[in-house]
């Protein structure tokens, strides 16, 4: 059996089933290539467990997620021949845990914005497209598969809509943006289509026109955080480990938290709005932030608290 081949099989399969398999491709044909260059024709337990080992180290949450994706590949292609075994259901790589994010100070967000903007590229499209898109990130709380399949039809500069169709789960949302957010991306609509001589299908694209990538993204992050500090220098291209473009979300989702409990009102009523905004699937989603964040907990434990004290006066 051929596993680089099955693997076309099956994303094929699965699109034509509305499932959006940018991470799981990128997963998939990674581990497609290690099982081809070992000279594997079967997959089993013992080449999933060895291919994880073969990668760079991750936290349990990536792990996990690199398993269970390759795991759904192996059923299924213990489905078309039974010489194919995937690890069986209840198969664990250890208790996960969501790691702390990163929350980003405003100068951090600015460094980075900044030195996005400055990334070369021959048509100045690579750092116009890498800083746009950090920004709109750092104050949307857009998942990066979200703001990377926007389509310029997506974004309606006349009502200051901007329209998620590509969700997760594939849900749909509408985000109302503040006017400064708009103007930056008519601002980078109008350049966009200067520099390439048209109006491209995505909205954020290459140089050479095409949609930009959650590679290019990934990469472009890694670059400029290396050079603001932010992680280590590396050989090789290679990213490092440090605050990820998903960090910016959470910081999204950290300040408007911290805001409302600031401010005076009631968060337990306004979570529902931040879990819409967000496109969780349960506001237990969103409740994660108040135990992730020390700060977050404090406030929610101090509120809690005059609430009960309050009770008890009366």
Request: hydrophobic share 40%.
């Amino acid at each position: 059996m051929n596993v680089l081949a099955e693997l076309d099989r099956y994303l094929n399969v699965r699109r034509q089933l509305g499932a959006d398999l940018r991470t799981d491709e990128r997963i998939l044909r990674r581990f497609a290539a290690f099982a081809d260059g070992a000279n594997e024709k079967y997959v089993n337990t013992g080449l999933i467990m060895r291919w994880l080992e073969s990668l760079p180290s991750a936290s349990s949450g990536t792990r996990a997620t690199r398993f269970r994706v390759v795991r759904h590949f192996g059923e299924w292609l213990h489905g078309i021949d039974p010489k194919n075994e995937a690890p069986p259901r209840g198969f664990t790589l250890g208790r996960i845990r969501r790691g702390r994010p990163y929350i980003y100070s405003d100068a951090e967000i600015l460094a980075i914005i900044e030195h996005a903007r400055a990334l070369p590229s021959v048509y100045g499209m690579r750092g116009l497209t890498s800083s746009t898109l950090f920004g709109l990130i750092a104050v949307t709380g857009l998942r990066i598969s979200e703001a990377l399949g926007l389509d310029p039809g997506d974004f309606d500069a006349g009502s200051g809509v901007l329209q998620i169709r590509k969700g997760k789960l594939g849900k749909e949302r509408l985000l109302p943006l503040e006017p400064s957010v708009v103007q930056q991306l008519e601002s980078y609509g109008r350049e966009r289509d200067r520099l390439l001589g048209h109006r491209p299908q995505a909205f954020f694209v290459t140089c050479e026109g095409h949609r930009f990538g959650d590679c290019g993204a990934r990469y472009n992050f890694a670059h400029v955080s290396q050079q603001i500090g932010l992680r280590e220098p590396q050989p090789f291209l290679r990213h490092g480990r440090g605050p990820r473009i998903h960090d910016l979300r959470h910081t999204f989702a950290v300040r408007t938290l911290l805001n409302w409990y600031r401010a005076g009102k009631d968060v337990g009523r306004e979570m529902i709005k931040l879990t819409t905004w967000l496109g969780h699937s349960s506001p237990a989603n969103t409740y994660w932030y108040l135990e992730a964040v020390p700060e977050l907990l404090e406030l929610a434990s101090a509120r809690i608290a005059g609430v009960a004290a309050q009770g008890e006066a009366r």
